[in-house]
């Protein structure tokens, strides 16, 4: 049985890029969440007026990933602490965010920042929000597989490989060979 985890730590492609690697995660979807207006497009997105936030869905068997793990890659690959803000790219939609399916999720996402935050991981405060998903729709196809398309598109090459490697790195052990 799989369950259904939902991150915002910027841009959708560089997030994306790393979960399609993580072994036990089945699908990783790029769209967007949590805002106010219905099946928004990614122009609309971009203004920051509809509230929503880029995000991956991850589809994933907690059998082979946990909830855990997903996140602590998540917080290894992305800055929780700038607001509305992932290095150059700045507004609503590139916030920090965990929007859990079920109270567990939630549970385990909050328990992370808490003991993050009591380690002093960062310099800053986290400012992560942890939310029940909500007003989920999928982004536009070309934004699928962005960088698995395009990996030598210039900020694929600056940004997203970067988060790759960190993974790769740092959990070779949840990596797909």
């Known amino acids: 049985m799989t369950e259904t985890l939902v991150l915002g730590g910027g841009c959708f492609w560089c997030t994306e890029a790393v979960y399609v690697q993580v072994r036990g995660v089945s699908d990783v979807e790029s769209g967007y969440c949590n805002g106010q207006t219905l099946a928004p497009t990614y122009e609309q997105v971009c203004t920051g007026r509809t509230g929503h936030n880029e995000v991956v869905k991850l589809e994933y068997d907690p059998a082979q990933v946990s909830t855990r793990e997903l996140l602590e890659i998540f917080f290894l690959i992305h800055?929780?602490?700038?607001?509305?803000?992932?290095?150059?790219?700045?507004?609503?939609?590139?916030r920090s965010g965990v929007y859990f399916t079920t109270p567990e999720q939630a549970a385990?996402?909050?328990?992370?920042?808490?003991?993050?935050?009591?380690?002093?991981?960062?310099?800053?405060?986290?400012?992560?929000?942890?939310?029940?998903?909500?007003?989920?729709?999928?982004?536009?196809?070309?934004?699928?597989?962005f960088f698995e398309r395009n990996p030598y598109q210039g900020y694929c090459m600056?940004?997203?490989?970067?988060?790759?490697?960190?993974?790769?790195?740092?959990?070779a052990r949840l990596a797909r060979n």
Do not use: C, M
């Open 108 to 145: 385990v996402a909050q328990a992370l920042i808490a003991e993050l935050s009591a380690a002093r991981a960062w310099s800053q405060p986290i400012v992560t929000e942890v939310l029940p998903l909500a007003n989920y729709s999928a982004a536009e196809d070309y934004h699928q597989d």
């Open 79 to 94: 800055d929780p602490t700038t607001l509305n803000r992932q290095g150059n790219d700045v507004g609503t939609q590139y």
């Open 158 to 171: 600056a940004v997203a490989a970067p988060k790759v490697a960190k993974f790769r790195k740092t959990f």
